[in-house]
């Protein structure tokens, strides 16, 4: 979070969902993101393999205000656009682009039948298509280059970076602080093949809470290695695991990340979820909003060796997940890119909230579009003064920070 705004704006989640919390809403709820900032919306794989643009992160889900969505990704595009140093007219324009693609895209939602607005997607290679007159030839290769990449992306890939043979099995390579395999975080003394079993025991767990068709495909495979990980900006401090399975071969990898899951930071200001299990809050709110979710995503509540229990949510660790680098576009990429966000977060709340009465209350005209945009830049100058203040307490040693990680 101290490696500039808009990172610290990533890790503060927590501290806008406190700010936006005393402010006017509709009373119109939805699934809410919680974290809708524009690096938490991404490319993936669909379950028919097709690579798709849609909301990515889910820690924060609970039903709340549609504003406070809204309002966090129109301010992280100011941030951001700041960060690449563009100029107040074009940052402008930016976020007021965004904002307005999600009161045109809520308007058209509201025109539609329930079933058309669930089967609604960004297909990826049907918008290359589209776009393809607005795209300089340069950006086209980009894109092109982007979406081979998003699709190079997946188990076996990261099979030849994160393991190595061991005893003619692949075992998950240590890379301490960032990865550290599971039989080292352990006594040595521990019998390595019973803690492997244990550990197997606790994936196996999950199952239970697969479709049943996806519960059989996963069967097929067999707990081979398990490696603590460190993700995320705001997600840093919590427990996640990599797990890697193994199918009919050595050669048949399946990377499963295995993510604690803790209360929504909404869950402060918008109420308990219902959901007892929080990892479970997670699946039904992704399930929910997403056109197309993870055919592995699933949940489980495990006891660790300290004798507490954690609610953690399971998906695929790499399943053609591309982000996209909004520090190198130019203002008529991130402009092109928050109207996508834009549309997407629609189309999510259109599908769990009163999309007719959002639409009504959004209206035809921009008078919602400039008020968030103003919004925007104010939030963004508290931003800069927050994350100056964080700076200035690491500085003088008051708090200890790891950096260049």
């Not at 919390?21 to 490319?43: K, Y």
């Not at 299990?277 to 699933?298: E, K, P, W, Y």
């Amino acid at each position: 979070m101290a490696v500039s705004p808009f990172a610290f704006f990533r890790g503060a989640a927590l501290v806008m969902a406190s700010d936006l919390a005393g402010t006017p809403v509709s009373g119109l709820p939805v699934q809410a993101c919680g974290d809708a900032h524009l690096s938490n919306f991404g490319i993936f794989g669909s379950a028919e393999r097709r690579l798709v643009f849609d909301v990515n992160d889910f820690d924060e889900t609970l039903p709340g205000p549609w504003e406070w969505d809204v309002k966090r990704l129109a301010a992280s595009l100011e941030v951001a656009a700041r960060g690449n140093g563009f100029a107040d007219k074009e940052r402008r324009k930016i976020v007021s682009g965004a904002v307005g693609r999600y009161r045109q895209a809520m308007r058209y939602f509201a025109s539609q039948p329930n079933l058309a607005v669930w089967y609604a997607h960004a297909d990826m290679d049907v918008l290359l298509a589209q776009f393809q007159s607005q795209l300089k030839k340069r950006q086209r290769t980009t894109v092109a280059k982007s979406l081979a990449k998003a699709r190079a992306r997946d188990s076996m890939r990261e099979l030849g970076k994160l393991t190595r043979l061991v005893d003619g099995r692949p075992r998950i390579v240590s890379d301490p602080p960032l990865i550290v395999p599971a039989d080292e975080l352990v006594p040595r003394h521990t019998d390595r093949a019973a803690l492997l079993a244990e550990l197997g025991d606790l994936i196996t767990q999950f199952r239970s809470s697969l479709q049943n068709d996806r519960r059989f495909l996963l069967e097929q495979f067999e707990f081979a290695d398990m490696a603590r990980k460190v993700v995320g900006v705001g997600s840093v401090g919590t427990r996640c695991w990599i797990v890697l399975m193994l199918g009919r071969d050595d050669r048949d990898p399946l990377f499963l990340q295995v993510k604690e899951a803790e209360p929504a930071v909404l869950s402060r200001f918008a109420g308990a979820s219902k959901y007892a299990n929080q990892g479970q809050r997670v699946v039904a709110g992704q399930r929910l909003m997403q056109a197309s979710s993870d055919i592995f995503l699933g949940w489980q509540r495990a006891e660790g060796r300290d004798g507490q229990s954690r609610d953690y949510y399971v998906r695929q660790l790499r399943d053609w997940k591309f982000s996209v680098d909004t520090d190198a576009m130019a203002p008529p990429g991130l402009r092109m890119y928050g109207a996508l966000c834009g549309w997407a977060l629609a189309r999510a709340h259109a599908c769990s909230g009163d999309r007719i009465a959002i639409a009504a209350y959004l209206g035809s005209s921009d008078v919602f579009d400039t008020a968030i945009t103003q919004f925007a830049a104010a939030y963004a100058d508290q931003n800069d003064r927050d994350y100056a203040a964080l700076v200035a307490v690491i500085d003088s040693g008051q708090i200890f920070a790891e950096r260049g990680l």
